[in-house]
């Protein structure tokens, strides 16, 4: 009972940071309207989201065991809880700037306890890779509810309208149920160690030293390559469905609500495909299947005929298919982490953590902010066609992490026929 209550705990508080992050492709369309400013100036907003997650994660990582990670979700949770009480109050572009400020710096502090606490609950990679994709699968559950709230709010005949900005009231009111359910919930904290300062000091050496290892340079530069797409996709796909397939806002948001489904699907199902099927062949199916999307969907978007569209389901088939990309790269991010968290020592999978997170934050904010000026200079559907490089690149990545990986279990195997 104690183990599914901490796991509801820490799924509420994915769930309801999932909505606030990846509000941001939203926003951004909104805001473009709303406060009359450019696609360059309004990208900047993934900027102020996750470079403070970077910048939490690279200082903070190794403190938050000492701090303990009930306290760390409580204190991420009230930050974002006032920022969000801050952009309704206070309409205006530079509230919102401090909203996702607030809120990227809260994500690090979360996202570093939440994925320690797996490690604490789960024994193996199995299970925490099992665990971890739920997780993951309910964030994305929520990146999908996200769209079509914040879609109930727009007023689509009036792109000036502030109304949207109402939805805030309500994410306020979720963010106050899981801070109840943090709370309540008992999760342990960590050993402390008794030798002060100079500790927390050795612990960043420590997570510095992570960064050197060939395995984990691989990984990280895998990890910041994948979630530049993913953002970049997220980000300004409701802009994408607006401009180039000349939808109404609303209906652009909730259209961009399929890939944050497929996202979903796609984590949830993983986990279940995964018992049987090694990591390294899924993955490169799941790349294939990214740049294939790409490539047979974008040529489409100009014929899609969306006159006289007043709803999501009276769009073709076709206005679909792009999205659909979410359910092949959902698997990638949660099983490489996965992959690599769990042939750490639990005392390292912090440091490890903040690694991952300053490194996702990083690929946030160029996919956003290099996806965004290229949409600006060269068009919609050309900006995506860029995306495929970095996805040669992950796949590239990916053999040499395949490499290092079998070395690696030979290595174990020796060592344990030697101890036996």
């Not at 996702?100 to 490690?119: D, E, M, N, Q, R």
Request: hydrophobic share 55%; net charge neutral; glycine share 6%.
């Amino acid at each position: 009972m104690h183990r599914l209550l901490i796991i509801a705990a820490i799924t509420a508080c994915y769930f309801a940071f999932a909505i606030l992050l990846n509000s941001v492709g939203t926003v951004i369309l909104q805001s473009i309207g709303s406060f009359n400013i450019s696609k360059p100036e309004a990208s900047v907003l993934e900027g102020f989201k996750d470079l403070p997650i970077a910048f939490v994660s690279f200082f903070i990582a190794s403190f938050i065991p000492r701090m303990g990670y009930k306290i760390a979700l409580i204190i991420g949770l009230v930050l974002s809880l006032i920022g969000c009480i801050l952009v309704p109050a206070v309409p205006a572009f530079w509230s919102i700037k401090i909203l996702f400020a607030l809120v990227g710096s809260a994500f690090a502090l979360v996202k570093i306890s939440v994925y320690s606490i797996v490690g604490m609950l789960t024994k193996s990679t199995n299970e925490h890779s099992a665990l971890l994709n739920t997780i993951e699968g309910i964030f994305m559950l929520g990146v999908l509810a996200g769209y079509w709230y914040f879609a109930y709010f727009i007023d689509a005949q009036n792109s000036a309208s502030l109304s949207w900005l109402n939805a805030y009231w309500g994410l306020a009111v979720l963010l106050l149920g899981t801070i109840l359910l943090v709370f309540i919930s008992p999760i342990s904290t960590p050993n402390k160690k008794n030798d002060g300062d100079s500790q927390v000091s050795d612990d960043f050496i420590a997570m510095l030293k992570l960064a050197y290892k060939p395995m984990v340079l691989v990984f990280i530069i895998s990890i910041f390559m994948y979630v530049l797409v993913e953002q970049g996709i997220g980000t300004w796909l409701p802009t994408f469905n607006n401009e180039v397939l000349a939808l109404p806002a609303d209906i652009s948001v909730q259209l961009t609500s399929v890939f944050a489904l497929a996202l979903a699907l796609g984590r949830l199902g993983a986990g279940q495909v995964l018992r049987f099927l090694s990591w390294f062949p899924f993955m490169l199916t799941c790349l294939l299947g990214m740049a294939a999307l790409i490539l047979v969907s974008l040529p489409l978007a100009d014929k899609i005929d969306t006159a006289n569209i007043n709803s999501v389901i009276q769009l073709p088939f076709i206005a679909f298919l792009f999205p659909l990309i979410g359910a092949f790269m959902a698997p990638i991010y949660p099983v490489l982490n996965s992959v690599v968290l769990s042939s750490l020592p639990t005392q390292n999978q912090s440091a490890m953590t903040g690694l991952i997170v300053v490194f996702s934050a990083l690929g946030g904010t160029s996919g956003s902010l290099i996806t965004g000026t290229l949409f600006e200079l060269i068009g919609g559907q050309q900006a995506f066609y860029m995306l495929l490089l970095p996805i040669v690149g992950i796949t590239t990545a990916l053999i040499f992490l395949k490499r290092w990986s079998a070395h690696s279990d030979v290595s174990s195997s020796a060592d344990v026929e030697a101890n036996s």
